[in-house]
């Protein structure tokens, strides 16, 4: 905008913060200055905003409200952001000129005919026949779109399928649909990588998310714009709008979107530079059931709008088994035979744009589709230009070997050294740096599943070496192996101690003392002749007691005490 010599004012919560330190008043300057005046949904609601709207010199000012992205007026205005339904309300507050509202601009890739449609424009008071639609083809055709089924678990911690992005040396974003799973992915790729000798790790392999501080978010957006050299961003779906890169090559979406509106929002951010040549890539890893799925949804009988366009299921209480709960619109395209096909029908896109007359498409003008659909559905051309991904079916189970005598270890065994571990970890976690690993949490220096595979192979961890080669990769375990074998040395001790606890118990439970038959319990007793020499007699006035030599009846009895009854010279042992 400043290249069309429009002066421009950004207002939201980062700007204000920044602007108080120098003692201004955005808003105050918002008055006067600034052709263009670009808000936060969030600052809508604000008491600065409502005054700057009954100013006089801003009231004479405005002449057009303008909305972008419009389409996350009616997917996140219902979700988590709500302060976007506040853009349906301003437009009442705006004022009249000649007893007509403001004009609006609204501008989106992704608005397709039918129920969502609909709701924003109810949202915005817009009625059929008062409001003038261009719509323009969304589809990227310099963009091959490749759709590939996870061989792992998108609920694990391994990621095989991603092996090539560290290989191929391209700018690439990965779209994971949670926070958690960001992480999981990034923490795979950072092993992989220090396993693959990659320098510069900390520039290379980048997390982009709303739990990360402001200025590291800004660093990350600095590599993906304004560097040429190969990094992987780990993203949310805060990077899915609002975000272009001219470098990026690669939009990596990990797992099916919600609907297609999602899926071309992420795969549209990428290779925006002309110029350079790129050959951009949208590649979709969608889950090993999600073919099926899309089977039945397609399948089932049409339901009303409200149970098929869902808002984000990632927080959403599971469903029975029995229903489905994929998007019908991302359901046609995994199952579509030509992607970009599918992709035109659903958004009514025309065959034929016109040209468009800006300096920018002038000089760059945008790509034509070509000859032959270069997708990976089945009616078109394989992803010929995609490295092949080796070794990735998971190695079969083996049944686990059986444990040395005195070397099994219980789940109480378990649950014990689980803890002392855990209590470690933590211990090394409160004496990082905290600048240079402070946003990281625990689980990232010493992983469940590293503390898992320590406790299976306890007895094998015997000298410093063994501890370095399990903690391979590790820097923070790495640099305290010493502290990490003197545990396992103690953990062995305790696992004796509990091991010879257990049996004393087990011994005592064992020798309980044999009640005296009753004489009708006949079935029960065994009879046997003893030779007079054998039995010791005494006597006294309650009872009479016989010491007989066990060995001498023939029997072979476990330690414990017996009570004989004498009965006609028959010793009847029970």
């Avoid at 079969?396 to 470690?424: C, H, V």
């Amino acid at each position: 905008m400043n290249g069309f010599g429009l002066g421009t004012m950004v207002i939201n919560a980062d700007t204000i913060a920044e602007a108080r330190k120098s003692k201004i008043n955005l808003w105050t300057n918002a008055t006067t200055n600034g052709s263009v005046i670009l808000i936060s949904p969030e600052e809508l609601q604000a008491r600065d905003f409502t005054r700057l709207l009954d100013h006089k010199d801003f009231n004479k000012r405005l002449c057009v409200l303008g909305i972008d992205e419009i389409h996350l007026l009616h997917w996140w205005g219902k979700s988590f952001r709500p302060a976007f339904t506040q853009l349906g309300l301003i437009r009442a507050r705006l004022p009249l000129r000649r007893g007509h509202p403001l004009p609006i601009v609204g501008t989106t890739a992704t608005l397709r005919e039918g129920p969502v449609k609909d709701a924003v424009c109810t949202l915005l008071g817009l009625k059929s026949g008062q409001y003038h639609l261009i719509r323009r083809s969304n589809l990227r055709n310099d963009i091959q779109l490749i759709f590939r089924a996870m061989k792992s678990g998108i609920g694990g911690i391994f990621f095989p399928e991603l092996d090539w992005i560290l290989d191929e040396g391209r700018n690439t974003v990965i779209f994971c649909k949670s926070i958690h799973l960001g992480f999981r992915v990034a923490c795979y790729l950072w092993r992989r990588a220090n396993a693959k000798g990659l320098l510069n790790l900390d520039k290379r392999i980048r997390l982009y998310n709303s739990l990360n501080w402001p200025s590291y978010n800004t660093e990350t957006l600095g590599f993906l714009n304004n560097h040429e050299d190969a990094s992987i961003t780990v993203a949310s779906d805060t990077l899915s709008v609002g975000w272009d890169s001219q470098w990026t090559e690669d939009a990596v979406i990990l797992g099916e979107p919600d609907d297609v509106d999602e899926f071309v929002q992420k795969i549209g951010r990428i290779g925006r530079n002309r110029a350079a040549g790129l050959k951009p890539r949208g590649i979709l890893y969608h889950t090993r059931s999600a073919l099926t799925t899309a089977q039945k949804v397609v399948d089932q009988p049409p339901a009303s709008f409200e149970s098929t366009s869902q808002t984000p299921q990632s927080n959403t209480a599971k469903k029975k088994k029995d229903e489905t709960t994929m998007d019908i619109s991302m359901a046609h395209v995994l199952l579509s035979p030509c992607k970009p096909k599918n992709l035109d029908g659903q958004y009514e896109n025309p065959s034929n744009d016109p040209i468009c007359l800006c300096p920018r498409c002038l000089a760059h003008p945008r790509p034509l589709r070509p000859e032959s659909c270069n997708c990976s559905g089945p009616a078109c051309q394989p992803e010929t230009n995609l490295t092949p991904i080796n070794n990735l079916d998971a190695p079969k189970k083996s049944r686990k070997p059986r444990a040395r005598r005195g070397e099994g270890i219980t789940p109480d065994l378990r649950k014990l050294a689980t803890a002392q571990l855990d209590n470690l970890r933590r211990a090394l976690y409160r004496n990082i740096d905290p600048l240079k690993y402070g946003f990281l949490p625990p689980e990232a220096f010493f992983p469940d599943i590293l503390i898992k595979s320590v406790i299976d192979n306890i007895y094998s961890l015997q000298t410093p070496d063994d501890i370095i080669a399990m903690v391979a990769g590790y820097k923070v375990l790495e640099e305290h192996h010493g502290e990490l074998l003197g545990l396992c040395n103690t953990l062995r001790d305790t696992f004796s101690e509990e091991r010879k606890k257990k049996a004393d118990e087990k011994k005592g439970l064992q020798q309980p003392s044999v009640p005296l038959p009753d004489e009708s319990e006949e079935s029960s007793e065994r009879e046997h002749n003893v030779e007079p020499e054998s039995v010791a007699h005494e006597q006294n006035s309650d009872m009479e007691i016989y010491d007989v030599d066990v060995a001498d009846l023939g029997l072979q009895l476990s330690a414990g005490t017996f009570r004989i009854n004498l009965r006609n010279g028959t010793i009847r042992v029970v």
